[in-house]
């Protein structure tokens, strides 16, 4: 019998994690597949079952309409089962965005927008973004214009 819960799905992908490219795709092809086309077909044997309108009827719609997006990982080891790493980095942006309408104006709405362009960018190029933002800040006034992009997170060295 194949297991088809979204939990066994995961399972896979944990013992996938520290195998090479190879290696992970033929676990998935040979674990997570199988499981996937069951949850599919359960999925449009109870698509059937269900009123059209409701909102288990609209859940069923939804994973069924993107099944190709859903499981493009199995068929690229490259590609993780889900994108809960973007989710989790652009949280903050998301939690603020309220927030972030009563900077004054919209002006003062796209400079806050920059600056938290430029904190994310820093994090995610693995610096302290106290420490790049005032190190930039305090070089800044003296840049020249053709070299500012020296200044931008990725390309940035704090020992200059």
């Not at 944990?14 to 033929?26: E, F, N, V």
């Not at 965005?97 to 938290?116: D, V, Y």
Request: proline share 6%.
């Amino acid at each position: 019998m194949i297991r088809i819960d979204a939990i066994w799905l995961y399972e896979v992908e944990r013992t996938a994690a520290s195998l090479d490219g190879k290696q992970r795709l033929a676990l998935r092809q040979q674990q997570a597949s199988p499981a996937a086309q069951a949850l599919h077909k359960w999925l449009q044997t109870q698509r059937q079952r269900v009123p059209t309108g409701g909102a288990t009827a609209k859940a069923i719609d939804y994973s069924l309409n993107r099944w190709s997006a859903l499981t493009h990982y199995l068929s690229d080891p490259l590609v993780p089962i889900d994108n809960n790493w973007v989710e989790n980095q652009i949280r903050p942006i998301a939690l603020g965005r309220k927030n972030w309408m009563f900077a004054g104006s919209l002006r003062a709405g796209k400079r806050a927008a920059a600056i938290m362009s430029l904190i994310h960018s820093a994090r995610l190029n693995g610096h302290d973004p106290y420490a790049y933002l005032r190190d930039i800040l305090e070089r800044l006034p003296l840049q020249p214009f053709s070299r500012i992009g020296e200044l931008l997170p990725h390309l940035w060295d704090s020992a200059q």
